[in-house]
């Protein structure tokens, strides 16, 4: 005798997702017949030269500050699991001051750094003479002290992050490789690594997207990155609301690419594991 199964039904489900829908159906019909919205400022400044210049910069500040604070992140976590009680401190000492203060400190710290160094250089330490020196104010620009503050901070999350992913690899995998005579760089880098990347990717993938809307902040030092040139524009023609509609786009845009790559690299590093 053939069994055929049917779905058990479930009224409540289809009630939900028919509010959820009218809901959804009643928002996007709001914003798109709202005139206050002024679509056609929208439509006229998405391309703007200006927007994207400042759009340009975004990018180039989350892949340089990501690029070097992965790489600080790496030599931070490092450091934590080394032998060495100084290394370790030190890299304690990194983590723990600059995920402690604020990021908008940070960088307005570094905006002003000339307060407290007004000469930057290279020389002898301690008091000896200088070889090379530049004016601090010239040197570290809004687009330099914005690439220190996002990259130092996000080199501390990083160095949590890698940590953690060295920590789920199996010992045995090091003791393995150990005993096939392999230094310990070469089993951080051929045996332990590759295997925390399948834990350190999600996490990393997050602070990148993150990474891409807090570089907003550098608007508070001058920067010209796309929220600032976005203020600028709107203090000129008034149309705030358009104006951050226009920067908004463009970064749900960034986070949707961004997080598309997230999921390829995700699924390349959980190859041969169970899901």
Do not use: C
Request: glycine share 8%.
């Amino acid at each position: 005798m053939k069994v055929e199964a049917v779905a058990p039904r479930r009224p409540g489900r289809i009630a939900a997702a028919a509010v959820a829908g009218l809901v959804l159906v009643w928002l996007v019909y709001t914003v798109v017949v709202n005139e206050n919205l002024h679509w056609d400022v929208i439509a006229a400044f998405l391309f703007d030269a200006r927007i994207l210049g400042g759009l340009l910069v975004t990018v180039a500040l989350t892949v340089l500050s990501m690029g070097v604070g992965v790489a600080l992140g790496v030599a931070a976590a490092v450091m934590q699991l080394s032998d060495s009680p100084v290394l370790r401190g030190a890299a304690g000492l990194y983590t723990w001051f600059f995920r402690g203060t604020p990021l908008l400190v940070q960088l307005i710290f570094w905006f002003n750094i000339g307060l407290v160094f007004p000469v930057v250089g290279i020389g002898v330490p301690f008091g000896g003479p200088m070889l090379v020196e530049w004016p601090a104010h010239q040197l570290i620009t809004p687009f330099v002290a914005a690439a220190l503050g996002l990259t130092i901070n996000e080199g501390a999350y990083m160095a949590e992050i890698v940590r953690a992913g060295i920590r789920s690899v199996d010992p045995g995998q090091r003791e393995a490789a150990e005993s096939l005579g392999m230094s310990h760089r070469q089993i951080l880098r051929r045996v332990v690594l590759p295997q925390a990347m399948r834990v350190i990717i999600p996490p990393t993938g997050n602070q990148f997207i993150s990474m891409l809307k807090t570089t907003s902040m550098v608007s508070v030092i001058a920067g010209a990155e796309l929220l600032t040139v976005a203020q600028r524009i709107y203090l000129e023609n008034f149309e705030v609301i358009a104006l951050l509609v226009v920067a908004s786009l463009w970064y749900l845009l960034l986070t949707s690419i961004a997080t598309a790559g997230q999921h390829v690299l995700e699924k390349r590093f959980s190859r041969g594991y169970a899901r």
